[in-house]
């Protein structure tokens, strides 16, 4: 099983911009689709992002299309998200996922299989 690690978060103020990286080990990485996700206080943890293996494909959500970028470095073995043009409304807990089904990305957190142990973004307006 992949261990996923986040790392990259932090304070920022609106309009700003932060880079979070994903770093996995432990099983083939390169080839699994990968996904961000958020946990805002109280609400439930939603889909933010999802790349496939290749990198070829990526999906966002609507809140964040235009402003986050997802991507990935085979040989770092790492996945990040690009976040600009950041609002109070991004702010929580982002956690980064493995997938190891093969296929289309997935956008629904039970359907993803390794979790990484988050990392906090706060944006302050």
């Known amino acids: 099983q992949a261990q996923l690690v986040e790392s990259g978060g932090g304070l920022v103020q609106a309009g700003g911009s932060l880079r979070l990286s994903c770093a996995a080990s432990g099983r083939a990485f390169r080839i699994y689709n990968m996904g961000w996700f958020r946990q805002a206080p109280g609400k439930e943890r939603e889909w933010v992002a999802a790349i496939s293996g290749s990198g070829r494909d990526t999906d966002y959500a609507e809140s964040v299309k235009g402003r986050f970028t997802i991507s990935r470095d085979a040989a770092r073995n790492t996945v990040y998200l690009q976040m600009n043009s950041l609002k109070s409304e991004d702010t929580g807990a982002y956690y980064c996922?493995?997938?190891?089904?093969?296929?289309?990305?997935?956008?629904?957190?039970?359907?993803?299989?390794?979790w990484g142990q988050g990392t906090q973004v706060t944006v302050s307006s």
């Open positions: 996922a493995a997938d190891y089904k093969f296929g289309r990305l997935r956008i629904k957190d039970s359907e993803y299989d390794s």
